[in-house]
């Protein structure tokens, strides 16, 4: 039995926008906020393999405008944008992997269209709020632990590159027109909605599915690497409390999770959660992999708590358990992209 | 009377490739390596405005083969990269103001097209030497002074952010694909066969056409920020350092100057080296100027001095007077573009 979906009341009334709206965290924010009483709008370039689908809004409190095109598109964003009190930026490219291999559509994707969009809000709709979702990749790899904002940036793949730049000039739209943009820099996400066949997406998607599978979960190196892991309703949460919240203007917070744990721990919880019938195992790394890992990772977000207010409420062994019973009840996500 | 040119001998008989090499630095450059017996080709995009010029080229001590087009188109570059035993990539729109009022094209000029470059070196040349010119830019306003290389970038206007992604992108190919690539961070440059007649590319520029033309100078502001500059020659022996050592590669370093001078001593200095006839006072800042000014910066170029065995050799006093020599002697730069 899954949980019930996130409320978000705190926009009742607004007209938000999502951009990257069919897709994982998008999807999960839109239902919260049509279940909050928002107005609500979704534009989603359903980018092949990105995790885009129609399906992920099935169940909406109330209805939910769905435009296919890109986020810098203008004929299609006029008329959106000329509504909007506030923008979800979570359009994005999020495969690392695929960054290293096509690094041109991954500039594409992750900063051109985002400046696109940045120039259309700035003459259409200058006075609305923009929430910019960047992650943790921005740093590479930490020079210490936890990492805050003020850690230098050293991106280890092209993605992480693209997305430090589109998370920069969404400060710098901020700070030099006078507009009412954030940005939050994510660390690895799971819950429902999450695409669950393709690997290059993380690792937690991967774990999650071979293990309502119970397949083998292979786990690279000594599996000893931290990372602070957040279910999907403590980020929709943070991104709500970004757009209410006038101090986060020109800001970029971290969010993280207390509970920093072993990948090998991730995996044999994730295993366990779902029935305890995958095995885990350690492997080694793979070479395209280990050239763009960064090791241990663990965010300070002391900042966003005490200007935000928000703290992530959900642990990961209840996290996962959540996940895994959506997506027994979903089973469509185990048998097609 | 000019000075005698540049002549640099560490590259005799190599092919190098300087992009960008009709502008400001990459023609230095490009001048500077014919003189020293390297085998030099040049490609440049000729973008309207961005002072590129043929005429550059004039008067160099052996044939340089010229090609006009963008650094990242496939036909033109496959040839040219063919033979390449060093890139010198020094393309680039370098105005900060423009690239707030056409960001989009900042974009595809200077990150766009670089990493189309890295594209095309990987697969034609991969163990070719690139050195790419990033620039101080990145840092935004300083934090502490002198800047180093460990400073945080937080670029405040596009132009920042665009360079700053290109830099990374050069490192990133560098520490994943094993490319033999470094990036200098460079200060405000003056010297010969710099675009005179467009504002919008940086003081310097300025201040030297109105001395010329003895008309007045303004400086922005109580003009007591303090700037760094480097005479093009100094930085054309950075360039041929960081190509001819290999513990370069996959470093980045400051260029600077120890003698940081207040803006409107700058100024001062070129009147006089004009002749004296311009007068110098302060005016308040622009609205669109203030909004993406750094204040003080000096930078702290130890690293290059201790890797690359560099430091600037030409004062500010000796390299306006040679800059000053140089347009007297070719006026027309004061008449053109």
Redesign the interface.
């Known amino acids: 039995m899954a949980p019930d979906p996130l409320t978000c009341p705190e926009l009742r009334g607004a007209s938000c926008l999502v951009t990257g709206g069919l897709g994982f965290i998008g999807s999960n924010l839109a239902l919260a906020l049509a279940a909050g009483g928002a107005r609500v709008a979704v534009v989603d370039a359903l980018v092949p393999h990105h995790g885009g689908d129609r399906r992920n809004l099935d169940g909406a409190a109330a209805p939910i405008a769905v435009t296919i095109a890109d986020i810098g598109d203008r004929g299609a964003m006029t008329p959106l944008l000329g509504e909007a009190d506030v923008v979800f930026n979570v359009a994005g490219q999020v495969s690392h992997l695929e960054s290293?291999t096509d690094?041109?559509r991954d500039?594409?994707l992750n900063?051109?269209s985002h400046?696109?969009l940045?120039?259309l809000v700035r003459e259409l709709r200058p006075g609305a709020v923009v929430v910019h979702t960047s992650t943790r990749q921005v740093y590479g790899r930490p020079r210490y632990l936890p990492v805050d904002e003020?850690h230098?940036?050293?991106?280890?793949?092209?993605n992480g590159?693209?997305k430090?730049?589109a998370e920069?000039?969404h400060l710098?739209y901020a700070?030099?027109h006078d507009m009412a943009i954030s940005a939050l820099r994510l660390t690895n996400v799971y819950g429902p909605r999450q695409s669950l066949m393709r690997d290059g997406l993380g690792f937690l998607p991967v774990f999650v599915r071979r293990a309502l599978r119970g397949e083998p979960i292979d786990v690279y190196g000594d599996g000893r690497q931290l990372r602070d892991c957040l279910y999907v309703d403590d980020v929709v949460r943070a991104l709500v409390l970004a757009a209410v919240t006038p101090d986060s203007v020109g800001q970029v917070f971290n969010l993280g999770h207390d509970d920093a744990l072993e990948l090998a721990e991730i995996a044999r919880i994730v295993a366990a959660g779902a029935g305890g019938a995958s095995e885990v195992s350690l492997v080694p790394w793979p070479d395209d992999l280990v050239?763009?890992d960064i090791g241990s990772f663990w965010g300070d977000f002391s900042k966003a708590k005490r200007v935000l207010g928000w703290a992530p409420e959900i642990g990961f062994g209840a996290g996962i358990a959540a996940t895994i019973a959506f997506y027994r009840e979903h089973p469509w996500y185990l048998s097609s992209i």
Chains 1, 2 share one sequence.
């Open positions: 290293m690094p041109l500039l594409d900063v051109r400046l696109a940045l120039e003020d230098p940036t050293a991106p280890v793949d092209v590159v693209d430090l730049a920069q000039l710098l700070a030099v050239r763009i």
